[in-house]
């Protein structure tokens, strides 16, 4: 049930200031859902007699008519005369005063730009003017207990052999495919054309994709189990279909959550030709002067990754405690607007992390697949966040800035200037906003908080993903830029 305010806003006498009189506003808030309010706004006929005297007092000196000389018109004709456009002119000087006016004295804490039609607001000839607009709001909650929480955190020592796994890793990274007349075995790579049908319609289909085999093929909007299995025994020219169920969040509706048919082609395939470690490879993996500085990287790389790991599981620790009692809806426009929004700061956190693009495009993948509800649980978690920050006076420096920025730059291998501009030129700039303030917020949650490590494992990559929706469309585009320089983890931009 929707509830409503009604607001006369005062008009106190300001003219011993030299303050502009505010506008006598009678304000309607009528609250559609949690975050959506619709505002009625009605200015009283003397406001509109007040700013119609004083745009034709603006006019007066400057009015030409036929027969006056200018300045000389009554003020009658000359409001007769420019009638249409004394309108216009004070229509949107009402509007704009009045829009501020409810913004400073209406707490409504917007989220999304007011939506409103300005061109069908009418100024009448009698009576007061009314208008009507929606807007977004955040939320109003009450601000869950934080303080306290129980969390399991992973935990555990980098060895030597998980420095050897991952510097195996790179080493197959760095590898070169070459032509092989046999079947493809796990980690060698087909080219082959894709071909997605639901019935006969084709959703979308790719004239020819390099896939290297993994037990299972990730898409943006599906995932293909056991596709290991499927080529095992292709050869160019060998075709084989398989069904591959669409995720119930994907870009065309119709086809969410069914079995569409893909139709595959294998066109050729090639065999992993491991490097071996030169000088050369050395340098081109970032510069190293030795094999033991490159294991030096290789662990801080793997340190990296654990600390993310960390920071998720505990980050859902503590997204699931604030958000228990979260039953509020968000419009569903907003989580569309915003997923877009969630996909960019995943692909920020996991790069200021130090995961190489194969991996970040697997969890895209995934993320992209309940992106809706991600966005969901992420914005809940977001505006009770901000609130905990505005309560605790946690707020952004520009050092802040500088410090996720050199994270960012260290791992991919352009210079911070150059990280900057691409961020602020992507509109980006608010996304890390909203990062560092919500991990201060974590950081002071977690400093209140008792900890119970757990053990944890590195996972092993079972997925390749390709950049690729079988609807042929996605919810949401983001950029995931190939690597600049051959950092460690960092995947060549071609293969063979």
């Not at 092989?180 to 019935?199: C, N």
């Not at 006969?200 to 790719?206: G, N």
Request: net charge negative; charged share 30%; proline share 6%.
């Amino acid at each position: 049930m929707s509830a409503s305010d009604s607001t006369a806003v005062a008009s106190p006498d300001t003219a011993a200031e030299g303050l502009p009189q505010p506008l006598n506003l009678d304000v309607a808030i009528d609250t559609v859902s949690t975050c959506q309010r619709r505002v009625k706004v009605t200015i009283p006929r003397e406001d509109i007699d007040r700013f119609r005297d004083e745009a034709l007092g603006e006019l007066m000196p400057t009015a030409f008519l036929p027969g006056f000389r200018p300045g000389r018109a009554p003020r009658r004709l000359v409001s007769s005369r420019f009638k249409s456009e004394l309108s216009d002119q004070i229509r949107s000087k009402l509007l704009t005063t009045a829009m501020t006016q409810v913004s400073e004295q209406q707490k409504l804490s917007p989220i999304s730009e007011p939506d409103l039609d300005a061109n069908a607001v009418l100024l009448p000839d009698d009576g007061p003017m009314t208008f009507e607009f929606s807007i977004e709001v955040r939320p109003e909650f009450e601000v869950p207990k934080w303080k306290g929480l129980s969390i399991s955190r992973p935990a555990r020592a980098i060895t030597d052999p998980d420095v050897d796994e991952a510097l195996a890793g790179h080493l197959r990274e760095r590898a070169r495919f070459v032509p092989h007349d046999g079947v493809p075995a796990l980690g060698d790579l087909i080219v082959a054309s894709l071909v997605f049908k639901d019935g006969d319609r084709v959703l979308s289909q790719v004239e020819e994709a390099d896939i290297v085999v993994r037990e299972k093929l990730s898409f943006a909007d599906a995932e293909l189990p056991g596709f290991a299995t499927l080529v095992a025994k292709s050869k160019p020219g060998t075709a084989v279909t398989a069904t591959v169920k669409v995720s119930d969040e994907a870009a065309l509706e119709d086809v969410r959550g069914k079995d569409v048919t893909m139709e595959l082609k294998v066109l050729d395939v090639k065999r992993l030709e491991l490097p071996e470690m030169t000088p050369a490879l050395l340098d081109e993996l970032g510069g190293f002067e030795s094999a033991d500085a490159l294991r030096v990287a290789v662990r801080k790389q793997l340190e990296g990754q654990l600390e993310w790991h960390q920071r998720r599981q505990v980050r859902q620790q503590v997204a699931s405690a604030l958000t228990a009692s979260a039953s509020w809806e968000l419009p569903p426009a907003l989580l569309r607007r915003q997923a877009q929004r969630e996909l960019e700061r995943a692909i920020l956190e996991l790069r200021r992390s130090g995961f190489d693009d194969d991996s970040i495009r697997r969890y895209v993948n995934e993320l992209r697949q309940t992106v809706m509800a991600s966005t969901a649980r992420a914005l809940k978690e977001h505006f009770i966040l901000e609130r905990i920050a505005e309560d605790e006076g946690i707020a952004d420096t520009a050092a802040d800035y500088d410090e996720e920025i050199r994270a960012v730059a260290a791992q991919s291998g352009e210079p911070p200037r150059r990280v900057r501009a691409s961020l602020e030129r992507r509109g980006l700039m608010d996304v890390l906003r909203n990062q560092i303030i919500e991990r201060k917020t974590i950081d002071l949650i977690t400093s209140q908080a008792s900890f119970k490590d757990t053990p944890f494992e590195f996972g092993r990559a079972d997925s390749e993903a390709i950049d690729h929706a079988v609807c042929g469309a996605v919810v949401g585009e983001e950029e995931i830029p190939i690597a600049t320089q051959a950092e460690p983890g960092a995947r060549p931009g071609t293969r063979g």
